[in-house]
C-alpha cells in the first residue's frame, strides 16, 4: 500500500523560491573583486537567478550541460548555483589553485560547454582558453565598465549584459529529483582528479540535515561567512543552507586575509563561519597580534583537515567562540560526522571535553558508517580498535563520472580514512590510509603528533610524515615551521612529547622550514614532503 502524501521533488530552485517568499528582505553582502562591498536581497538573488537560467535557455544550453565557474564566493557566483542547477544544468566549480594542465584536464573530462569567471582569474583563463576545446562560450562575471579592452578569449561575454538581455518571469522547470545539478572533481593528490556528480536530491537532503541542531545549527538569526571556497565542495552546503533557513549569507570574495575578514565580521554581525585549519591559522595569527575580539560570532566549522586542539582552544577560550569540528569529503557533499557533544557530556570536565571535540565527531542523520579491518570485517566501536572507515547514506556518491569500476565495497564507501569509533558513536581519524606511519608493523597516528607539536607556543604548523629507516622501515618525521620571532630547538620540540604519548611514538627527527606545502584547498600536502624528506633518516645515518 503506498501512501497517500504528496510526492514533490526535492529540488535546489525550491531552496530559492522558499528563500524569496520567506526570507525576501534577508540580506547577500559580497565583496567584490572591484574592491567594493556589494548588498543585496534574497528577491533580488532569485530575480536574477531566473534571469541567468532564461540566458542559458537563449544560449540554447541542453538539460544536464555543464557550466563552469572559477569564481570567488560572491553573489554572482551564488545567481549561478541556482541559475545553473535550477534550469536543469550542471555547476561544475572548478578549483583555480590547480595546476593549469589539471584544469584543462577537468574541464575537458566533464565537457564542460560554458564557463564563467571572475576577472580575477582572466590571465589564468586567457591562458588555457585555446586548449578547452568543449567550451563555446566564455563569461566574465563583471559589468561592462570591467570588461577588457582586448581579450585573448575571443567573443568574451559580459555577465551583466547577458542576463539584462532577460526578464525575469521564468518557472524553474520540475525536474527529477535525481537528475544531476553540480560536479566537483576531488583534489587528485594521487592519480587524476576523479569527478563527484551530485543530484538535487542528494544536495537538499545533505542541506536539510547540515542545518539540523547537533549539525551547524543554523536559522534565520545567524550571519554566515563561507570562508571555505565554493568551488571547494560547494562550500560545505551553506549556499544552500543560508537558502533554507533564511540566514544572511556574507561572502569574503578574494579578501582571505586576517584583516579583511575580520573587518568583515565585524561590519555584517557574522555569527558563523566555516573552512578550513590553514585559514583559521592566518586569522587568528592576525586577531592575536592586533588585540582585537570577535562581537559577533559564536560558533566556526573547523573542518576538511584535523583541526588541532590548540587551535580550538585558542577560538573557545580565547574569544569566546565555539568550534564544531566536522569531517567530510567531496564524496559526501561534503558533511559527514560533526563533533558536538552529547546531553551527559555537558557534565564532563573541560578536559574530557576537550577530548570529545578533538575527535571528528557522530554521524549526522542520513550518513551510516563503520570500520573494517583489512578482511573487511566489522570492527567495534570501542574507541581502540581502528580500521578503514566505510560510509553510506542519502548524499555518498554511488559512481564517479565516467568511472568504469564502482568504488563501493559491499554497498559501503571505502573512505581512505583510518578511524575508530567509540561507543558514542564519535569518530576518530587517526590517519588517511595513505598518510599512516608504519613503524615496525605497527602504526603510528600522524594526526595525534601534529596535534600535540601544534599545542607548542612556538609552533605555527607541523607535519609528521613517514620517513625510511632501516630497521623498522618507517618512523615518523615531524617536520616544523616556527612561529615568527620564536626559537625552538630539535631537542625542545622532542621533549615535549615526553608524558603525551608512548615513547616509542616520538618522532625521529625534526626538521624546521620556512613553509609547509598546501594543496589546492589548504592542506598539508604528505606526498610532497615525503618525496623531499622520505629519505632523511637514512641520509642521517640512522
Ligand atoms: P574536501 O575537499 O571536502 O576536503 P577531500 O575529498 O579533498 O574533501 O578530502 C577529504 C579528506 O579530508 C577526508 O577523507 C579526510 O582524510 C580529510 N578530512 C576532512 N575533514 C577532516 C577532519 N575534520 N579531520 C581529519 N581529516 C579530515
Known amino acids: 500500500m503506498h501512501g497517500l502524501m504528496m510526492n514533490r521533488p526535492l529540488l535546489i530552485s525550491a531552496l530559492l523560491t522558499h528563500a524569496e517568499r520567506h526570507h525576501g528582505t534577508q540580506q547577500v553582502v559580497s565583496r567584490r573583486v572591484e574592491g567594493d562591498l556589494h548588498r543585496y536581497s534574497f528577491a533580488a538573488l532569485a530575480s536574477r ?32 548555483y541556482y541559475g545553473v542547477s535550477g534550469s536543469g544544468r550542471v555547476l561544475h566549480t572548478l578549483n583555480p589553485r590547480l595546476h593549469p ?27 588555457v582558453a585555446a586548449r578547452l576545446s568543449t567550451v563555446r562560450h566564455f563569461v566574465l562575471m563583471a559589468d561592462r565598465s570591467h570588461m577588457p579592452e582586448a581579450s585573448k578569449i575571443p567573443g568574451l561575454v559580459c555577465y551583466e549584459d547577458l542576463i539584462a538581455g532577460q526578464d525575469d518571469a521564468y518557472d524553474w522547470p520540475e525536474l527529477d529529483e535525481n537528475s544531476a545539478s553540480s560536479l566537483c572533481y576531488t583534489s587528485g593528490t594521487t592519480g587524476n582528479p576523479k569527478g563527484v556528480l551530485y543530484s538535487h536530491r542528494s544536495t537538499v537532503l545533505h542541506t536539510f540535515a547540515s542545518a539540523l541542531p547537533d549539525a551547524l545549527n543554523l536559522s534565520a538569526r545567524d550571519a554566515i561567512l563561507p570562508v571555505v571556497p565554493m568551488f571547494h565542495v560547494n562550500a560545505w552546503g551553506l549556499p ?77 577560550q580565547g574569544y569566546g567562540v565555539q568550534v564544531i569540528h566536522a569531517w567530510g569529503m567531496t564524496e559526501l557533499s561534503p558533511i559527514g560526522t560533526v563533533g558536538t557533544l552529547k546531553g551527559y557530556q555537558q557534565a564532563l570536565s573541560a578536559e574530557q571535553q576537550q577530548a570529545i571535540k578533538a575527535k571528528q565527531g557522530r554521524g549526522v542523520f542520513g550518513i551510516d558508517m563503520k570500520i573494517a579491518d583489512e578482511a573487511g570485517r566489522e570492527l567495534p566501536w570501542d ?37 575508530t569509533i567509540d561507543a558514542d558513536g564519535f569518530m576518530n581519524i587517526t590517519d588517511r590510509s595513505k598518510d599512516v606511519i608504519k613503524s615496525g608493523g605497527e602504526w603510528i597516528g600522524s594526526i ?53 604519548i ?7 627527527d625534526v626538521v624546521f622550514v620556512d613553509a609547509i606545502p598546501l594543496g589546492a584547498t589548504g592542506k598539508v600536502q604528505k606526498n610532497r614532503l615525503r618525496d623531499q624528506f622520505g629519505d632523511h633518516l637514512i641520509r642521517q645515518g640512522a
Not at 560547454?113 to 590571465?123: E, G, M, W
Request: charged share 20%.
Open 448 to 500: 595525534d603528533l601534529e596535534n600535540i607539536a601544534m599545542a607548542h607556543p612556538a609552533v605555527a604548523m607541523a607535519a609528521c610524515v613517514a620517513a625510511r629507516h632501516p630497521k623498522w622501515d618507517e618512523r615518523p618525521l615531524l617536520i616544523v615551521v616556527k612561529k615568527p620571532g620564536h626559537e625552538l630547538s630539535r631537542e625542545q620540540m622532542l621533549a615535549f612529547f615526553e608524558g603525551k
Open 502 to 508: 608512548a615513547r616509542w611514538w616520538t618522532p625521529d
Open 101 to 127: 594542465d589539471q584544469l584543462v584536464w577537468i574541464v575537458d573530462h566533464a565537457q564542460d560547454q560554458v564557463l564563467c569567471l571572475d576577472k580575477t582569474f582572466l590571465p589564468l583563463v586567457e591562458a
Open 49 to 80: 537567478s531566473r534571469q541567468v537560467a532564461k540566458a542559458l535557455d537563449a544560449m540554447g544550453l541542453e538539460k544536464g550541460a555543464r557550466v563552469a565557474t572559477v569564481a570567488w564566493n560572491g553573489y554572482r557566483h551564488l545567481e549561478l
Open 383 to 419: 574507541g581502540k580498535a581502528s580500521g578503514e572507515l566505510m560510509v553510506r547514506g542519502y548524499w555518498v556518491i554511488d559512481q564517479y563520472l565516467k568511472g568504469q569500476a564502482s568504488p563501493l565495497v559491499d554497498g559501503w564507501f571505502p573512505t581512505g580514512d583510518v578511524a
Open 240 to 316: 544552500y543552507s543560508a537558502c533554507m533557513v533564511g540566514a544572511k549569507l556574507v561572502l569574503p570574495g578574494p579578501g582571505l586575509d586576517g584583516k579583511s575578514l575580520h573587518e568583515l565580521f565585524e561590519g555584517e554581525g557574522v555569527t558563523l563561519s566555516a573552512g578550513v585549519p590553514t585559514v583559521w591559522q592566518g586569522l587568528l595569527a592576525y586577531v592575536q597580534a592586533q588585540g582585537l575580539k570577535f562581537s559577533s560570532m559564536k560558533r566556526t566549522v573547523i573542518g576538511g583537515s584535523a583541526c588541532p586542539p590548540a587551535m580550538m582552544q585558542a577560538f573557545e
